[in-house]
């Protein structure tokens, strides 16, 4: 038999280790690759066990951001699974140890071991895959599955023979995986290690010397395992061995690998496989059970090996996701001691059992409506722990939303605006995020996001309508309310607050704002003082409605103001005139028929509409019976002949009133002459005049006392003031000598009858100086005088007048009179 040296004992290790290194390298490719489509990645390597504060790295020197970049960022570390083994320091800049970590509870004996997570920073969305290899410590001695081991050898056992034992565990890899196997003593023993094409080992020992049984029934040898780690540690197991008589044959497996397939979540008691070993002799030697001598205690949960039987069955769930493959070591061993071991190889079938999970990465939960298409809005993460088709995952959104899936990382995913969004019209939108895998049965999950839409300024506020027509009436006072300007603005907040104001300008050269005003909040519109209609009948202007927005948006409504008229004016009579000197009368001869047009009352009123409609009454006359007044046109007229028992002396009151409320009203007297000459009318209204004449009387003696009074204080001056009063008395009387004079003539108006005083133009011009004895007066021809106007200075006026009439009586020859 061939003995294994500690020299190729060492060769394999070393093998054994280039192998592991060419591992890595393969693997450490494979995650570069992975991750090109990263921001950007980093990579740290730190032992186990380190303290909790322990610095791993500085993150932001090697990502080449900036400390205040990841603080406005928010940078935070996303890392799946339930434990997050470091933290990030966003201050510093660092990443350090949040909790212990354990190299074997991490990897168990996989190398390189490693966890990888995500650092997230938000605007803009960046991420970083960062990588920690965890190195190994020694902190883990070999260990053997039991204290003790126990066999049972015939004494005719030829020399060679192979007792397969127990290996030991260690935790820790590479160095600090066990190194060597050292078995004391080594008088009938030799230790022999085989390195199998798994990479596993297996331990046999090899018998060197016959085993006596009537020299010594028992032996006890120690089986020493120990690593190559600083500190070395080692581990033992007692070996107690008895010698029993000849047991010429052991026993033999039918296969020296079994392969079992088993389906993921199979119920309990499910046959995996049945290993079968076949034994030449007879009796109890021949009698084969079968053992799990090396078992790991998760192995030891989830399978069950009949011991008589050889069959191998479920005991408990299996779960892909945890392990993909399971390694039983069996063993076959008669009642002599000897044993043969196979190998069963159990492939666990994936089941779609894992929902896809899905992990928000990052989410704006508010997106302005000016955003433009292709905005992001969320970060997320997609995992399926199953595998194939069964970890093949298609992510959608409900259709009813602008919004798309793209996907920009493996297992990775963002949500972008697919169009233009207006607030206005939804404010804000539900999305459903369906994750579903391509297993079969698929499986599926669901996540409710809610994104709000923010408000811009990109509404202006509207009037109910472009213009606007208020009525107001006149008279009205400061301060009153017209009516009231309402505009609406569809945006939010702020940008929905509005205020109006009024745009200055002139309305007839005055300031629009002298006469409104708009309260900015409210939009009553008011009058800034009283409105009269006869002065401006009605104006406009505009009011802007703007919004409190960045930029401000405004619009602009038309306002006309209409005047209503109110009856504040009374009527106003402009024929006859009313003088306070001369007395006008109206001539009516005593041949008149009847319906004979005396005089038009003409008034006037300047309001308008009903306001301005005016009607006539007579309210009292010398006869009542004679005359009558026109109720719409003022016109006077007889209403019967004309008798010699009528007065020559008519007065009559017209009242003039207008159609307003209440109605305002004006008074006129109209003096009517009833003859058929002047001197009858002369002497009848001589008494209208004595008022007159005792006023000059009056005035013509206080004159004269005043000279009577100063010539007896002045002697020396008695006979030049007597001249000057005789010259200035001689000058006065032609002064006061008025011609008759025609005050207020209609400009043209003509009787519908035939019959009245004035049916034609009687045209005069009258030239003025300052001093009116040196005034010229220019009559020109008229077809009858009907109108008398008396002098009440003097009776000798009455003579004058006739010679003035009979020469105003010629035909075709005009009258000029000049005085100087």
Known sequence: ?????????????????????????????????????????????????????????????????DVTRLVSGKARIMMKGGRQYVDLNRDKGTLVIKERVDREELCGKTTPCSFSFDVILENPIQLYRVTVEIVDINDNSPLFPKHEMKLDIIESVVTGTRFSLTTADDPDVSVN???????????????????????ERSIEMVLQKPLDRE???SHTLVLVASDGGEPHRSGTVRIHITVLDANDNAPVCSQSVYKADVRENSPAGTLVTTVHAHDADSGLYGDVTYHLPHVTKGENQLFDLNLKSGEIRVKSKLDYEQSKIYQL????RDHGGLADTCKVVIQIIDENDNVPAIQMMSLSNTIPEDSPPGTTVAVFNVDDEDSDLNGIVKCSLNSDVPFKIESSLSGYYTIVTEDFLDRESISEYNLTITVSDQGSPPLSSH????????????????????????MVPENNSPGFSVFTLSASDADWGQNSRVSYFLEEKEVNGVAVSSLVSVNSESGVVQAARSFDYEQIKWFEFNITARDAGSPLLSSVATVK????????????????????????????????????????????????GQNAWLSYKLQRATDRPLFEVGLQNGEIRTIRQVTDKDAVKQRLSVTVEDNGQPSRSATVIVNVAVADSFPEVMSEFTDFTQDKEYNDNLTFYLVLALAVVS??????????????????????????????????????????????????VYNYEVCRTTDSRKSDCK????????????????????????????????????LEVSSS
């Not at 996540?447 to 208020?470: A, E, L």
């Not at 009063?725 to 009858?753: E, F, G």
Request: glycine letters at 6%.
């Open 1 to 65: 038999m061939e003995r294994i040296t500690s020299a190729s004992i060492v060769g394999s290790m070393m093998w054994m280790t280039a192998l592991r290194g060419r591992w890595r390298v393969l693997v450490f490719i494979l995650c570069l690759a992975e991750l090109r489509s990263v921001t950007g990645q980093a990579r740290y390597s730190i032992p186990e066990e380190q303290a909790e504060g322990s610095v791993v790295g500085n993150i932001a020197k090697d990502l080449g951001l």
């Open 177 to 199: 995986d066990i190194q060597k196997y050292t078995l004391k003593p080594t008088d009938n023993f030799e230790l022999e290690i085989k390195n199998q094409q798994d990479g």
């Open 215 to 217: 020299k010594e029934e």
């Open 329 to 332: 070591k069996v063993q076959a």
């Open 447 to 470: 996540k409710h996001i809610n994104v709000k839409v923010s408000d811009v300024n990109d509404c202006p506020p509207k009037f109910d309508q472009s213009q606007y027509s208020k």
């Open 561 to 608: 103001i209409l005047i209503q008229d109110q009856n504040d004016n009374p009527p106003q009579v402009l024929y006859p005139v009313q003088t306070g000197g001369s007395l006008v009368a109206e001539m009516v001869p005593r041949s008149a028929d009847v319906g004979y047009l005396v005089t038009k009352v003409v008034a006037v009123d300047v309001d308008s």
């Open 711 to 760: 010539f007896l204080f002045i002697t020396c001056l008695v006979v030049i003031i007597s001249v000057k009063i005789y010259r200035w008395r001689q000058s006065r009387v032609l002064y006061h000598s008025n011609l008759p004079v025609i005050p207020y003539y209609p400009p043209r108006y003509s009787d519908t009858l035939g019959t009245g005083t004035l049916q034609h």
């Open 779 to 814: 009559f020109g021809r008229a077809g009858s005088q009907n109108v008398l106007i008396m002098d009440p200075s003097s009776t000798g006026t009455m003579q004058r007048m006739q010679s003035e009439k009979s020469i105003l009586d010629e035909p075709d020859s005009p």
